[in-house]
């Protein structure tokens, strides 16, 4: 009993957390675009995240094609002068699915909120494209938080070297893969009202299809490597979506910090 109500207690935390960061990076995108057309006007956050709003559509498309959706039409970026005759969408994907099916359905978690993961994974791409020293830290980082190990994580910390053979053309390699990364943090993982919507219902029956599975695993015996395997994966996922995170905080601090300036001016 004591194995199941723990087993339940990590279920609890393994759907806020995810929750919590994809609501959180929606919250503090949503709010870095409102900053940008407050101050710059509404065509700012095409031209400042025109490469994100590219991945965030296709991160969609692709995510409904593996699930068997069928795409009608697929827009991946909507030029500043069309955007008032498309409803003020800046891209988009309609698709058709057949209710019917479970896969399709449960895809819905997975397709409102691809652009999450499809977004991390280009930051990710372009930090081992650009900046490599950054990339290995990341990943050093990243496996010592997921064995919730204080002093390999300090280890790693106290073993950073950012600036290894780092020449002129390096840096300014590394100067391009930031603006492109900030390109794709702004426009890339704000998430649609539509999309949560459609993604809450599969989450909900994810989530007890998940709890049915884990269940019937401790009643025959292995509570203590289910327990194990959440708190890894939750410490795993914290850690690989960090990445993200991080530049979206500061990319929206810069912002505040950059109108809070403008006004002195003004």
């Known amino acids: ?19 919590t960061i994809v609501l959180g990076l929606t919250y503090i995108n949503r709010n870095t675009k409102k900053i ?18 590219i991945v965030h559509e296709t991160s969609h498309m692709l995510a409904a094609l593996l699930f068997g959706h069928q795409i009608v039409e697929f827009k991946p970026l909507v030029l500043p002068k069309n955007v008032a005759r498309n409803g003020g ?34 930051l990710y791409l372009l930090t081992k494209l650009t900046m490599p020293n950054l990339y290995q830290f990341i990943l ?7 064995t919730m190990n204080l002093d390999s994580i300090r280890s790693v910390i106290s073993n950073m070297n950012l600036f ?14 930031l603006i492109l990364m900030t390109n794709i943090v702004i426009g890339g993982f704000d998430l649609s009202s539509n999309d949560l919507k459609n993604a809450l219902g599969a989450f909900i029956a994810f989530y007890i299809f998940f709890i049915v599975i884990l269940s019937a695993l401790v009643f025959f015996g292995f509570g203590v490597q289910v ?10 996922f914290v850690s690989i979506m960090g990445l993200s995170i991080f530049l979206s905080l500061l990319i929206n601090l810069i912002l505040r910090f950059l109108n809070f300036l403008s006004r002195f001016r003004d």
Not at 40 to 53: A, E, K, M, R
């Open 89 to 122: 969408a800046l891209g988009y994907v309609n698709q058709r699915w057949n209710t019917n099916s479970t896969y399709q359905n449960i895809g819905n978690l997975f397709i409102g909120t691809a652009p999450i993961w499809g977004c991390t994974f280009v």
């Open 227 to 236: 327990n194990n395997f959440l708190v890894k994966l939750m410490a795993t």
């Open 36 to 53: 940008l057309v407050n101050h710059y006007g509404f065509n700012s956050q095409v031209y400042f995240g025109f490469l994100g709003i």
């Open 140 to 146: 050093k980082l990243e496996k010592a938080m997921a």
């Open 164 to 177: 290894n053979n780092i020449d002129g053309i390096s840096l300014l390699i590394s100067v391009f893969g």
């Open 1 to 19: 009993m004591t194995s199941l109500i723990l087993i339940f207690v990590d279920l609890l935390i393994a759907m806020v957390i995810p929750s």
